[in-house]
Each structure stands twice: as C-alpha cells, then as structure tokens.
C-alpha cells in the first residue's frame, strides 16, 4: 500500500448554522459545493478538503484543556500569523500559543474542535 495523499478531514459540529458562522466569517475559509443531503458544509484549502458533519449530541473531547494542541486537532497553514493573532483579538477569540516556541497557535470552534494555525515557512524560492 502507497497512500499517496490527505483528501479530506471531516469533522464533527453540533450546529451547522453556528459552526459555518466560525468556519466561514472567523477563519474565512473558502466553501465548496457538496452532493449529499445530510447536514454539512465542505471547504476547499488547496487539494485538501475539510468537512463538518452536523452531529446536533456532539461535544468534542477535549483530554487536555491547560495545552489544548495535546489534544485531537486539525492544522491549517498561514503565510502571516501574526495577522491571524490580531483578527482573532479583535473578535474577542481566545487562543493559546504553541508551548513548543513554534510560531503556531491553537484555538476552538464553537463545540470545541481545536484547530492549529501555523506559519509557514518562507520558501527559498
């Protein structure tokens, strides 16, 4: 076997309606059409997907609350992520910063999904 890459990454979300709100005007991230009738939402972050699946009796798990990146958790990239520190600042989101020094920060949709931001490398380009 020879996986050859990540296509998607689904995750669960209480209310659809709240979630979609975090996922589209907090994170911007950029929505794609889905063929299924079952409740959800799809984005589209390069040849990646990520999917939210409505589940209305679903609190994330969270095993680790004083380092919330110990945790399950989905990673994003950013080319800036200081920029990110400031959007989340001014709406009032709490985050913490990697404990690894790493310029990376960890954060929680409304049902407690934690989701990592990190800065990307420059590429030597």
Request: glycine content about 6%.
């Amino acid at each position: 076997m020879k996986i050859t890459r990540c296509l998607h990454v689904a995750i669960l979300v209480s209310d659809r309606a709240r979630s979609e709100k975090f996922y589209d005007q907090l994170l911007q991230l950029p929505k794609v059409p889905r063929p299924f009738n079952y409740a959800g939402i799809w984005y589209q972050l390069g040849d990646t997907q990520f999917h939210l699946i409505e589940d209305p009796n679903f609190t994330a798990p969270i095993q680790n609350p004083e380092k919330i990146g110990r945790n399950p958790h989905v990673a994003f990239g950013v080319k800036d992520l200081q920029v990110v520190r400031s959007q989340l600042e001014a709406q009032g989101c709490i985050y913490q910063m990697s404990a690894s020094g790493r310029q990376a920060l960890f954060l929680q949709d409304p049902d407690g999904n934690v989701i990592e931001i990190t800065q990307e490398e420059a590429s030597s380009s």
